[in-house]
């Protein structure tokens, strides 16, 4: 008669009771989604001034960060040499571009904003305004350039 030593004896009824827990009287879990909504927020190929989306070659990454403005505020002149997307969480923001004129966003509008193209995002509201920012760049290069 050939001996096991215990410790294979415990990992092989562990292995089994991962693999056939209902053998054990317990309710399998569910495979698919449970308490689940989606609600769309932005499927583009442009940005919002009609620039069709082009994300960069080489050794990409995103950035995520939570901007907020003040009451009266800005974010300063500047432009994105990448792709990126804008979720306005709270408040209300207005945009303002070199040769598209001013965009107003406010709570739960995503966007694709522009590209290469100088602008300004304001709050001319009484409340705060906050954003989520997903940059779709690369290593090494800048989100944000000012001038």
């Known amino acids: 008669m050939t001996r096991r030593p215990v410790g294979t004896a415990v990992l092989t009824g562990l292995v089994y009771i991962s693999l056939f827990p ?3 009287g317990q309710s399998p879990q569910p495979v698919g989604p449970v308490g689940l ?4 927020v932005l499927e ?7 620039q069709p989306i082009r994300f960069p070659q080489g050794d990409n990454q995103f950035v995520a960060v939570i901007a907020e403005v003040a009451p009266g505020g800005q974010v300063g002149r500047h432009m994105h040499p990448v792709p990126l997307f804008v979720y306005i969480l709270e408040g209300t923001l207005s945009i303002e571009m070199e040769g ?3 965009h107003t966003f406010s709570a739960g509008q995503g966007m694709a904003e522009v590209v290469n193209v100088w602008h300004n995002g304001r ?4 409340k705060p305004v906050r954003f989520l920012i997903v940059f779709a760049g690369q290593k090494g290069t800048p989100n ?3 001038p």
């Not at 909504?37 to 769309?40: A, R």
């Not at 583009?44 to 009609?50: I, V």
């Not at 709050?123 to 009484?126: G, V």
């Open 22 to 24: 209902p053998a054990l």
């Open 123 to 126: 709050n001319l509201t009484d």
């Open 100 to 102: 598209h004129g001013t």
């Open 37 to 40: 909504k989606l609600t769309p």
């Open 144 to 146: 944000l350039i000012r």
């Open 44 to 50: 583009t190929a442009t940005t919002f001034t009609g």
